[in-house]
């Protein structure tokens, strides 16, 4: 079909007529008008299709359909039959300075089928992707025809908020009269709010201060460039909690890559790692027509051949886009190209951080990493359960007393096979946290643990309470103890095992923090926006690394069965009877045996 149906009425062999801009390019090479004329035959089956389902509604998503006079309502209905079928009926200011309607680029189309399954959705975009006039179409849908539907728009700064708000009055005037709600009586459209009829309306603000303040409960919520914020945590505690308690509201958070370590990339990781309410969204930027560059005598160097291989469906355009972009604004620092043109979702964060770990051998497993699980009923978070005959080893990194400071942190590995099993991470006492420990070692097998020596409340709870298989670095040292020397030899042992994938890391968390790990002794790290850094379950890997590779750990050994004939003496009951003379030997209240004399 060249374009979407769409019914008024529902009767069979019933020719239906009417006008209304529904969908960008069609299959058959169409280019829809305002206007076009969309001949629809009835299902003889009964059967309706979404859009036929939204015209017959009254509600969408818990909002009612606001009911004015002057608007069509067929037609406003049919504004939410596809993702794209009001944002391509939006007159915009073209690049070339040009007035015409919308045409979604490929970039922006991904956008629009996310937000048509998810309510929160976080964009890790690239620089000029054009999605910020995507998402204020939206926004500008939802508050313009749902009954009291409140939206709002934040931006970084107050210039670039008002900017973008003129380009939702300049789409709002251009609308046709019969599809486009007027505003509330006496009240016109300013240059930061507009108020419709129905009660509902759009406002903006900006989030460069501490402390943004929304004021009142929204429906709709529009963040641009939330990684140029400076002061992230403190906006996000107090924007997100306005939209929390309602069911029906809808985010779009969007922005190129901030600095490595701020709020902003941890609400980012947390979406990736599937603990939050934001549904993640990369966007690649070389599979969109504006960032390529026709260059007949372009030819790649090795360099560029690699970068290239690595990403798949880059084309000679795109590096010919890339060179000439390194050539002019990034002064040749590939570094920067990637703060606003990353290559995956890892890519592109810069800051003041400085991560020890090399990036390249954590991606991969970063793809490869699993969803992590529940807690479970032994205290931990578990990706295997034991196995019989297996060897497990528990490496901790318990936090002092106090509400305030470091998390404590435990891992499981499989210490045969050298891969994560389990974790546990959050704050709490280490008393709470050695009985958990032991709760944990008894469900793996008696697993050995290590604790790091200076954790010294932790380990005299553990001694004090029996604990057995308890790792000593020395009969001096308790734990294992942690000299500088021997971290940064740690920190190499785990690199190169995972160089050589001799060590399974499965978690998103763990790698998350690795990532960003710094070998600083103190395990924390104040960011610019004032948030904390924890790196504790990085420094169970680090340990893992140290102790596994000292250690050689091998499978229980089955029970091996032997038939002995009467009489017969084996070596090992040889053996046993000389230990036995040796320890008799060694008695006070017997002589030395004649052999040592």
């Known amino acids: 079909p060249a374009l979407t149906p769409i019914s008024l009425r529902r009767a069979p062999g019933f020719l239906i007529a009417f006008s209304i801009h529904l969908s960008a390019m069609s299959y058959s090479g169409h280019k829809p008008h305002l206007h076009d004329t969309i001949v629809y035959m009835a299902n003889p089956y009964n059967r309706q299709t979404r859009a036929e389902q939204i015209l017959n509604q009254k509600t969408l998503g818990g909002a009612k359909f606001a009911d004015c006079d002057s608007i069509h309502p ?183 890559p901030g600095r490595a370590g701020s709020h902003h990339e941890q609400m980012w990781r947390s979406a990736l790692e599937g603990n939050s309410r934001f549904h993640p969204l990369f966007l690649e930027w070389w599979k969109d027509e504006s960032c390529r560059e026709l260059d007949d005598g372009f030819n790649p160097t090795a360099i560029e051949a690699e970068y290239k291989q690595r990403h798949e469906g880059m084309s000679l355009g795109n590096m010919a886009f890339r060179r000439r972009a390194l050539g002019t604004e990034f002064v040749g620092d590939p570094r920067l190209f990637s703060s606003k043109y990353p290559s995956d979702s890892y890519d592109g964060w810069l800051g003041s951080t400085n991560p020890i770990m090399p990036a390249e051998i954590l991606k991969p497993a970063l793809e490869s990493a699993i969803p992590e699980p529940r807690l479970g009923d032994f205290g931990c978070h578990e990706f295997e359960k034991p196995l019989p005959g297996r060897k497990y080893l528990i490496t901790a990194d318990p936090a002092g007393f106090g509400s305030t400071g470091d998390k404590s942190a435990l891992t499981v590995w499989d210490a045969t096979e050298r891969r994560e099993v389990a974790f546990w991470e959050d704050r709490e006492a280490p008393d709470r946290f050695a009985r958990r420990l032991e709760r944990i070692q008894k469900r793996y097998l008696d697993a050995m643990i290590a604790v790091e020596s200076n954790a010294t409340a932790c380990i005299a709870i553990l001694k004090d309470g029996g604990a057995r298989n308890l790792l000593w670095t020395n009969r001096n040292h308790p734990g294992w103890y942690a000299t500088d020397k021997r971290l940064q030899e740690a920190e190499a042992r785990l690199v190169q095992m995972l160089r050589q994938q001799d060590l399974e890391l499965r978690s998103r968390g763990l790698l998350h923090q690795l990532l960003n790990y710094d070998g600083s002794r103190k395990k924390r790290v104040r960011g610019q ?58 008695s006070p209240y017997q002589p030395i045996s004649r052999n040592w004399m």
Not at 556 to 571: D, F, H, L
């Open 74 to 256: 067929t037609k406003m209905r049919a504004m939410f039959s596809t993702p794209d079928a009001f944002v391509s009926m939006c007159q915009i200011v073209r690049e070339d300075e040009s007035t015409g309607f919308m045409e979604p680029t490929r970039t922006q189309r991904k956008l629009l089928e996310t937000y048509n399954q998810h309510r929160w959705i976080m964009v890790n975009k690239f620089r000029q992707a054009k999605i910020t006039t995507i998402s204020v179409m939206l926004l500008l849908r939802d508050c313009m025809y749902l009954q009291g539907v409140k939206g709002l728009l934040i931006a970084e700064r107050q210039d670039t908020a008002e900017d973008i708000f003129e380009r939702i009055l300049f789409t709002y005037h251009r609308l046709p009269k019969d599809v486009r709600m007027p505003l509330e009586s006496g009240r016109k459209a300013g240059a930061t709010q507009m108020h419709f009829a129905h009660g509902g309306g759009i406002k903006v603000l900006t989030a460069g201060g501490r402390s943004p303040a929304i004021g009142r409960s929204i429906d709709r919520l529009v963040i641009t460039e939330f990684g140029e914020a400076q002061w992230q945590r403190k906006a996000a505690i107090n924007i997100f909690p306005t939209v929390n308690k309602r069911p029906h509201a809808r985010v779009i958070l969007e922005s190129t």
């Open 529 to 586: 926006d004032g948030t904390i850094h924890h790196f504790d379950r990085a420094r169970t890997a680090v340990m893992a690394a140290d102790i596994l590779s000292r250690r050689h750990f091998t499978s229980a050994p089955g029970e091996v069965v032997s038939e002995r004939v009467p009489g017969q003496v084996t070596i090992g009951d040889l053996d046993k009877h000389k230990i036995q003379k040796e320890r008799d030997a060694r």
